[in-house]
């Protein structure tokens, strides 16, 4: 059965400071994609990054970058220059939908907050 | 922008009542889905639905029901709601047909059963 592990429930940085979120998954599948959600306090849950399992280069979106290592099933995120706004609850998210075997795996989340 | 919304964002309710949480959605999005979101647990899939009264078993489908009427519209039904379903519900929508696409959430629902 697939599993989502963060293992950081909690993290604190200062603010322009380089931070970096783990996760790791388990599956025998080959396609499959990963994806970083971001739950501000009292906000509704965003996208913040995705990462198609096939695609060995990382995603990147603007000051967020990910380090898929896909024989290793580790899908961290780096948030570079963190701001106060990042601070939220991060979730790392495992989807697949093949012949009707679907899966949908949420980590347990890590807390992040931002310094001033 | 696209937009989920939820019915409520505080419900009260009593053991054995009857709950129903409505979702909406405003992108003609395919799939919509039910989460529930417990500290310490994440996110857990309950339900979701990928076309007009399709629906999915998810992980934790036990003491739910689901309802998808119009494409628009998914409702998460609680038949008698116990102590044990106090919690965060999440909606949302999108994913695309292999589920790779963005999925968008509403603010949530926080329901508490005394």
């Known amino acids: 059965a697939q599993t989502v592990t963060q293992s950081q429930p909690e993290m604190s940085v200062q603010e322009a400071e380089t931070v970096t979120l783990s996760c790791t998954y388990d599956?025998?599948?080959?396609?499959?994609?990963l994806f970083w959600y971001k739950q501000p306090p009292s906000r509704q849950m965003i996208l913040v990054i995705r990462q198609e399992a096939y695609k060995q280069q990382n995603a990147t979106e603007n000051r967020f970058s990910v380090n898929f290592q896909k024989a290793a099933k580790s899908f961290s995120l780096k948030i570079s220059d963190s701001q106060l706004g990042d601070t939220a609850m991060y979730f790392c998210?495992?989807?697949?939908?093949?012949?009707?075997?679907?899966?949908?795996?949420f980590g347990k989340g890590t807390r992040l907050h931002i310094l001033p | 922008d696209v937009k989920v919304t939820q019915s409520s964002r505080y419900l009260v309710k009593r053991t054995g009542e009857k709950v129903f949480l409505e979702c909406v959605q405003d992108m003609d999005h395919e799939n919509m889905f039910w989460y529930r979101q417990d500290p310490g647990l994440g996110l857990r899939l309950i339900y979701f639905s990928y076309d007009v009264k399709m629906k999915e078993k998810g992980d934790i489908p036990e003491g739910y029901s689901v309802s998808r009427e119009k494409k628009e519209r998914f409702s998460l039904i609680l038949e008698s709601a116990s102590t044990n379903q106090t919690s965060m519900y999440l909606c949302?929508?999108?994913?695309?047909?292999?589920?790779?696409?963005?999925?968008?959430f509403g603010p949530g629902t926080r329901l508490t059963v005394l």
């Open positions: 998210a495992f989807m697949k939908r093949t012949n009707r075997d679907d899966k949908i795996i």
């Open positions: 599956t025998s599948e080959s396609n499959y994609y």
């Open positions: 949302a929508s999108g994913g695309g047909a292999t589920f790779t696409d963005t999925q968008y």
